[in-house]
């Protein structure tokens, strides 16, 4: 369920807290419910979920498109989210900001079309998880460094493992 929804710096990117039923077994999270979502505002039609696991220090990165609603979650360990306005003709081109996402906070990040999003795994090991309003397809995808310089993002990291399509940030 959803205990608290907040905006944040970014225009349309929402910070989304869940509760969690706790006991001496653990803890019983429900991560998605449609009406629930819908009753709070968010008319977001998810058609797919994907996920990555990734160990320490692997930085995964800056990607997105410019029709897809992403809402992510981190169901174990911990990373370091930076979502970037990457919108070319508005005056927040580049503006970002960084969330801590993890098992134990159980946040959600929703990010709008337009945004690009990567993430730092911070813990030995964290699955990156997220729902998607459209099918994955490569060609409508952007991509920056990490480390793009126009963006000037602060990472926890001076050395992270990167794919080569990251080494590369091959740009919009």
Same mark, same amino acid.
């Given at each position: 369920? *959803?205990?608290? *929804? @907040?905006?944040? @710096?970014? /225009?349309? $990117?929402?910070?989304?807290?869940?509760?969690?039923?706790?006991?001496h077994r653990g803890a019983y #999270?429900?991560?998605?419910?449609?009406?629930?979502?819908?009753?709070?505002?968010?008319? #977001?039609?998810? #058609?797919? /979920?994907?996920?990555?696991?990734?160990?320490?220090? $692997?930085?995964?990165?800056?990607?997105?498109?410019?029709?897809?609603?992403?809402?992510?979650?981190?169901?174990?360990?911990?990373?370091?989210? $930076?979502? #970037?306005?990457?919108?070319?003709?508005? %005056?927040?081109?580049?503006?970002?900001?960084?969330?801590?996402?993890?098992?134990?906070?159980?946040?959600?990040?929703? *990010?709008?079309?337009?945004?690009?999003?990567?993430?730092? *795994?911070?813990?030995?090991? %964290?699955?990156?998880?997220?729902?998607?309003?459209?099918?994955? %397809?490569?060609?409508?995808?952007?991509?920056?460094?990490?480390? /793009?310089?126009?963006?000037?993002?602060?990472?926890?990291?001076?050395?992270?493992?990167?794919?080569?399509?990251?080494? %590369?940030?091959?740009?919009?």
């Amino acid at each position: 369920m *959803i205990k608290k *929804i @907040s905006e944040t @710096s970014l /225009d349309g $990117v929402l910070n989304i807290e869940l509760d969690a039923f706790e006991d001496h077994r653990g803890a019983y #999270v429900e991560t998605y419910n449609l009406k629930e979502y819908k009753k709070a505002g968010i008319e #977001v039609d998810f #058609v797919q /979920d994907d996920f990555s696991v990734s160990r320490r220090n $692997v930085l995964r990165g800056l990607h997105g498109d410019n029709h897809t609603w992403k809402l992510v979650s981190c169901p174990f360990g911990k990373y370091y989210l $930076v979502v #970037v306005d990457c919108r070319e003709k508005r %005056a927040t081109f580049g503006n970002w900001e960084a969330f801590t996402v993890s098992d134990r906070n159980r946040r959600q990040i929703l *990010i709008p079309p337009g945004f690009g999003n990567g993430h730092l *795994i911070v813990s030995e090991q %964290a699955i990156f998880q997220y729902k998607q309003s459209d099918y994955y %397809a490569p060609r409508g995808q952007f991509s920056y460094r990490w480390d /793009d310089p126009g963006f000037n993002i602060w990472w926890p990291v001076k050395d992270p493992i990167l794919s080569k399509r990251d080494e %590369a940030g091959a740009y919009v």
